[in-house]
């Protein structure tokens, strides 16, 4: 089996960003050596100063396959995220046909997988009214963990939970000892503040912001945490956005509970000040919030009671979005960001003093860790995955639909101009993105636990 030997001035290990060569044979990364310590038999290639860091991971991703494939498919979401950096997606389980909440769903969706994906996959089971009977069965089938809404998704196939379903599903999580992902808003504080805005004009975003006020979020976290107390489930509060929440999300992890939190590009880089009139491409719940609530979630990634920061990538055919009209009120809620997310992260996080080090342990360990496949994704390490991407911090570009690559090529990032590019993708050593290109046939494969 042949070695070959990946170089770079700047490597990013888990704690140092060196000159390093990895040593990769076969799918599998051998060794992380100096470059002086390469054998005189590999075949060395050589990045200079573009950085090598590990395969993102993105733990939350709607690809909606089997089903609603014209929404997005493996095919084309895969693709996109080879050319973001991705390396392995994790499959929201509710906008596919069916929704992944019975291991029979699960098989379906295996099949429509199969051959078409150009990185690695898993797959969330789904927690639904009425099916804690299938909860241990899809965690003995593999799946990483759970995902539920507490408010309605907006899908046909996949019904929010009330607290007494939830409580029936909890014992089920609690025996399988896997995460319960949430979407944490609850409906009445929704619904109240819909109602006030029945006459409002609703293309303007302000509108929309208001009928998702903080309190939902934070009404839910709360309801959230005393199950977490009372159950002893592992809890991950997906796509945190409303910046009120994190005081007693810190709280909580300091007494010691099973929390983590996550938030999204779009909550870190957008601002709801500067979303124009009619702009539906900005929707997605819960919504963007204002720039102090942006700066305040970066200081929670800082301290490190958000963990993890991952897409939601969450597309939908363009009509859906409602563009003639610009009515946030029907407009479906989701931004498509595969393609783009390390570019966006690195763009805000240079400036306020991140290193590339904490975007791979936000954008790769810590996804890992949560979908349990930690010990062979998400860092450069012996005997690793050799899943890494070639990123060029200086170079700059502006967004053009020929980079975006899934289904539809809409975008509110469409015109910025980003700082950092993706060069090449590896999958296990084998070159998936490269060139604006993607070379080859589809290698990517469902990794289970």
């Not at 996959?121 to 507490?150: Q, R, T, Y």
């Not at 934070?218 to 009120?244: D, G, P």
Request: glycine letters at 8%; charged letters at 20%.
């Amino acid at each position: 089996m042949s070695l070959s030997a990946f170089v770079s001035r700047r490597v990013v290990t888990p704690d140092a960003v060196r000159p390093a060569a990895l040593l990769v044979e076969g799918d599998r990364i051998l060794e992380v050596v100096a470059p002086h310590q390469i054998p005189e038999h590999a075949e060395i290639r050589d990045f200079g100063d573009a950085a090598i860091l590990p395969g993102l991971v993105d733990s939350h991703v709607h690809i909606n396959d089997p089903g609603r494939a014209d929404w997005e498919g493996f095919l084309t979401a895969t693709r996109a995220a080879a050319a973001g950096g991705y390396t392995l997606l994790v499959d929201m389980p509710l906008n596919c046909l069916p929704p992944t909440t019975s291991v029979p769903a699960l098989e379906t969706k295996r099949a429509a997988a199969r051959g078409r994906c150009r990185v690695d996959w898993m797959a969330w089971g789904g927690v639904v009214g009425g099916n804690s009977h299938d909860i241990e069965p899809l965690g003995n089938a593999s799946v990483p963990g759970f995902k539920c809404f507490l408010v309605p998704p907006g899908i046909d196939g996949f019904t929010m939970v009330s607290e007494p379903e939830l409580r029936a599903a909890l014992p089920h999580v609690a025996r399988t000892g896997l995460p319960l992902l949430v979407h944490a808003e609850l409906p009445a504080p929704i619904d109240a503040a819909t109602a006030r805005l029945a006459n409002a004009d609703w293309s303007l975003y302000e509108t929309y912001l208001q009928s998702r006020p903080e309190e939902a979020e934070l009404s839910a976290i709360r309801m959230l945490l005393s199950l977490c107390r009372e159950y002893k489930f592992r809890l991950h509060i997906v796509h945190l956005s409303a910046a009120k929440a994190i005081p007693e999300l810190r709280a909580a992890q300091a007494e010691g509970l099973p929390v983590t939190v996550e938030t999204c590009p779009h909550y870190l880089h957008l601002a709801a000040e500067s979303i124009p009139k009619g702009a539906t491409l900005f929707k997605c719940a819960p919504p963007i919030r204002n720039r102090e609530n942006r700066d305040q979630l970066w200081q929670a990634l800082r301290d490190g009671t958000i963990g993890l920061v991952v897409t939601d990538h969450s597309p939908c055919p363009p009509e859906m979005k409602r563009l003639a009209e610009g009515n946030f009120r029907t407009a479906w809620g989701g931004i498509a960001s595969l393609s783009l997310a390390l570019p966006l992260m690195h763009t805000e996080a240079v400036n306020r003093g991140f290193s590339l080090i904490d975007i791979a342990r936000w954008m790769s360990a810590a996804p890992a860790n949560l979908a349990g496949c930690h010990r062979h994704k998400g860092r450069l390490a012996r005997g690793y995955d050799a899943d890494f991407v070639i990123f060029d911090p200086e170079t700059e570009f502006v967004v053009t639909r020929d980079r975006l690559h899934y289904r539809h090529p809409v975008s509110p990032y469409l015109g910025e101009k980003l700082r950092g590019e993706v060069k090449a993708t590896y999958l296990r050593g084998h070159l998936v993105f490269g060139g604006g290109q993607f070379p080859g046939e589809p290698i990517g494969v469902e990794h289970r636990l």
